[in-house]
């Protein structure tokens, strides 16, 4: 089993920054191959944002993300990490992370959620 604890959301203004972070625990940290961010907005499905190979490599972000948030991670840690800059109103959602063996898995893919953290961003 694998734990995976979201925080760092919050209430900021539009052009704000936020980072979030995930911590894994558990028995199965090591045999997870990638870790993703999602989010859903209240009446929308759930949508990846962002995803990282735990052992490295590369990277992917949604089109509507690009430029503005960041992924990483601190294996020391066994933390990800979301980097949210200049944030928009239509970024406002409970975030979550999940685990998988794929970069981009279906949600039905993904083995752990998070219990998720709200952003709202008020413009």
């Known amino acids: 089993q694998m734990q995976l604890a979201e925080s760092g959301g919050g209430s900021v203004q539009a052009g704000g920054s936020l980072r979030l972070s995930c911590v894994a625990s558990?028995?199965?940290?090591?045999?997870?191959?990638?870790i993703g961010w999602f989010r859903q907005a209240p009446g929308k499905e759930r949508e990846r944002v962002a995803a990282i190979y735990v052992r490295g490599g590369p990277t992917w972000m949604a089109d509507s993300v690009k430029g503005r948030f960041t992924i990483s991670q601190d294996n020391a840690k066994n933390t990800r990490y979301l980097q949210m800059n200049n944030l928009r109103s239509e970024d406002t959602a409970v975030y979550y992370c999940a685990a998988a063996d794929l970069l981009l898995p279906s949600l039905e893919e993904c083995t752990y959620w998070g219990q998720g953290t709200q952003v709202t961003v008020s413009s």
């Open positions: 558990g028995y199965s940290t090591q045999y997870s191959n990638c």
